[in-house]
Structure formats: C-alpha cells, structure tokens
C-alpha cells in the first residue's frame, strides 16, 4: 500500500535513509533580529553556524503554521494516506498545528485520510520512528497496523542527550547565567533525556568532566535494553562529527545494534544543544 510519510524540521534525517524515503517535511522558523528564516529552506547548516558566530544571537524557533500543514497535506494525492510524524508536543506548538492542519484539509475533503502523530521526541528519534515506518511499509502493513505499530514504538523509544557546552541553554535563557558559570567552573555536564509521559527534556543526570559524561552516555543504553541485535540505534551530533564518529564506535563496540544511522543536528536542535552535543535514540526492551 502507498502510505505518505510527513514530518517537520524537528526531525534530523540521514541522508541515507532520506535517500529510501520519499518523505515531505515541514519546515519550522527560526528568528534572529535581522528576520526569518525556514529550517533547511532559507537557511542551512553552514549559514546557521555564521550567523550565529557573527550576532553572538542565538535564534527563536516557531512552530509551522496550520496553513504550512495545510498546504503539505494537499500536494499529497487524494487517494494516498497520510502519516505524519510530528516533533514532541512537550516542546513545541508543531503538533497542534499539524492537526488543525489536518482538521482544515477534512472539512473540504472529508474522504482523506491523514493521521497525526505526536513522537514524543525530536532529532534523531524521529529519523528512528521514520526508519521503523518504512520498514513496515515495505513488510506490507497496512495503514491501520502501521499507525497502531507507531504508536507503540513512540512508547518504546529513549531519547538520550549529552552536552559539552551550557553556552546555548544560558545565551537562549534556559539557564541563568550564574548557575551556567557555576557549572562551567565545575566542569559539570548535563545529561538529558526526553520524559516518558510528555516528551519534554529533562535532566537525568549531572557528571564531572567530559570523559565521565560520554561513559555514562554509552552505559545508560545498557539500563535501557539488553536485546539490540533486532534494533537500530540512531545518532545525530552538533558541529562535532569526529566526536560522534568515535562515541558510535564506543557504542557499537558495546551494544551490537543492528544497524547504527549518523547525521547532524539541524538548526532547530542546535539552537538549543550546543557545539559537542549528542543525541542517540533506540528502542528500550518492552
């Protein structure tokens, strides 16, 4: 069956599997002083990096619109279900809006189908959720199994962050600045993780120096699964790819994941982690 699969600039892609997907996405805004920009349309990686550098200003995001949804749902052919996969509703307005989007599109084709999914994740975690969608597709599932299947892996999936930097969560005002110099001082690096019940990020724990966070990094997987061999493990790294490289590597050793996807984070999930930071995604044992 030919099933659509949607997502938003919350998501971080592989190209490999962006390569097997034909997948549309719906970009987010983010804005600096001097305007606004579309994640991945007007503004890349490389350009976000530059203005950054160059305004010391770190960029607001905004969700998509419901006219933005709206106008990604009808390019889609009438007869084609639609599944999108939307960016956590802990963290942003995205998936409200991809609904009232849906909601609109109904009203004057009350025959399509279009089923919106909050991921309860971000980044990494949805490349995850889209991996597994595709896989199922091509296993003949039909639209109904696949968005029960979806549903349950949303409740399955971690989503796991170290940061090397506070430098983004103090300059966006997430963190006062006397608490980010305090931990600075003390070499303190955070490790979050995406909550069981809303999707939003919180902090599992705090850890002295950089080597300690990646180890607890890679031995959290271990609290979280113990069958990997059936599963796929998914990576996404801030302006930081040998970094990445190597703690994969670390993990890969550790845990023998079926199959391991690597990519960066976009300008959405930058925005907010900062240089050295790293994502990981999986699904625990159920």
């Known amino acids: 069956m030919n099933i659509q699969l949607m997502t938003d600039g919350g998501a971080d892609i592989p190209d490999r599997l962006n390569d097997s997907l034909d997948i549309i996405v719906v970009p987010l805004y983010l804005h600096f002083k001097d305007g606004q920009y579309k994640t991945g349309v007007t503004m890349d990686l490389p350009s976000f990096y530059k ?95 696949l968005v029960g299947h979806l549903h349950d892996r949303v409740e ?30 003390l070499n303190i690096k955070l490790l979050l993780k995406a909550s069981d019940d809303e999707g939003t990020i919180e902090v599992a724990e705090k850890v002295r120096g950089d080597k300690r966070s990646i180890r607890r990094f890679v031995e959290q997987i271990g609290e979280y699964t113990k069958n990997v061999e059936d599963k796929v493990i998914s990576m996404t790294h801030c302006n930081a790819e040998e970094r990445a490289k ?41």
């Open 51 to 145: 203005k950054i550098k160059e305004t010391n200003e770190l960029p607001r995001s905004a969700a998509p619109s419901p006219n933005d949804f709206y106008e990604a749902y009808k390019q889609v052919d009438s007869d084609t279900p639609i599944i999108m996969l939307s960016l956590t509703k802990g963290l942003s307005s995205t998936f409200e809006n991809a609904v009232i989007g849906k909601n609109m599109l109904l009203e004057e084709e009350p025959e399509r189908t279009i089923e919106v999914i909050n991921t309860k994740t971000a980044s990494c975690g949805i490349a995850l959720l889209l991996h597994e969608a595709n896989t199922k597709i091509n296993e003949d599932y039909s639209f109904e199994q």
């Open 156 to 185: 399955q999936t971690t989503t796991l962050f170290v940061l090397k930097t506070l430098e983004n969560l103090v300059l966006g005002g997430r963190l006062d600045k006397v608490k980010g110099t305090i931990a600075k001082t």
């Open 246 to 286: 190597k703690v994969l590597a670390e993990i890969t050793n550790k845990y023998p994941f079926k199959d391991a996807y690597l990519t960066e984070t976009g300008p959405l999930i930058s925005t907010y982690a900062g240089d050295g930071a790293l994502v990981i995604s999986f699904f625990k044992d159920k």
